[in-house]
């Protein structure tokens, strides 16, 4: 089973700042078969990021994914207001499907 | 709209069973792969189980194998999800979500529900 660990668990950033979140996986990940979820509270998760880079329907330029084999990044240029939850990373290239334990991305 | 909307959950004693199921609209549900995903209260996510089109090929994870069985019905545009002797550690909110790219299980998921509660209590 491969192992996801993102950092940091916690990010305190201010609106109009750059996020830079991070994935890690414990094996690398086949074909870059990585993705990235939003989740705010009571809400289902959304899509923002899959194949590593690119960018789901819908989703802002502001957000862009990077990485492969095993180290992978989200990155957020500037923060809008709705930008605050939590991140989970998702590996599909092996199963079992895993996920990241999130990062979440709260107001300074 | 595309759309999926789940139904069926609820409190349940540890050894129980329930019958989650999956409603389907705004896409044609017979070409994508399904999932279900849950998240326990506070926590994270983990993937539960995965099915082809056809129904020919399922995926278990470990923690349910032997106890959950995944099931669709494309000509009702449903998905359901049997789980027979519920643990504490199985409740969660359960998530169905669908396959980005349709006919691949190794894809991200790009249309969730909202949930349905899962509470296994005595």
């Known amino acids: 089973e491969i192992v996801l660990t993102q950092s940091p668990g916690t990010l305190s950033l201010s609106p109009g700042e750059r996020a830079t979140l991070s994935c890690r996986a414990s094996q690398s990940v086949s074909s870059s078969y990585l993705a990235w979820y939003q989740q705010k509270p009571a809400q289902a998760p959304r899509l923002l990021i899959y194949?590593?880079?690119s960018r789901a329907t819908g989703i802002p330029d502001r957000f862009s994914g990077s990485g492969s084999g095993t180290d992978f990044t989200l990155t957020i240029s500037r923060l809008e207001p709705e930008d605050f939850a939590v991140y989970y990373c998702?590996?599909?290239?092996?199963?079992?499907?895993?996920f990241g334990q999130g990062t979440k991305v709260e107001i300074k | 709209q595309v759309q999926l909307v789940e139904s069926g959950g609820g409190l349940v004693k540890p050894g129980g069973s329930l019958r989650l199921s999956c409603a389907a609209s705004g896409f044609t549900f017979s070409d994508y792969y399904m999932s279900w995903i849950r998240q326990a209260p506070g926590k994270g996510l983990e993937w539960v189980s995965s099915i082809s089109t056809s129904s020919s090929t399922i995926y278990y994870a470990d923690s349910v194998k032997g106890r959950f069985t995944l099931s669709r019905d494309n000509a009702k545009n449903s998905l359901y999800l049997q789980m027979n002797s519920l643990r504490a550690e199985d409740t969660a909110v359960f998530y169905c979500?669908?396959?980005?790219?349709?006919?691949?299980?190794?894809?991200?998921?790009?249309?969730w529900g909202q949930g349905t509660m899962v509470s296994v209590s005595s």
């Open positions: 998702h590996q599909y290239g092996s199963s079992p499907w895993t």
């Open positions: 979500a669908r396959a980005r790219a349709g006919r691949m299980f190794y894809d991200a998921f790009d249309i």
């Open positions: 194949g590593a880079s």
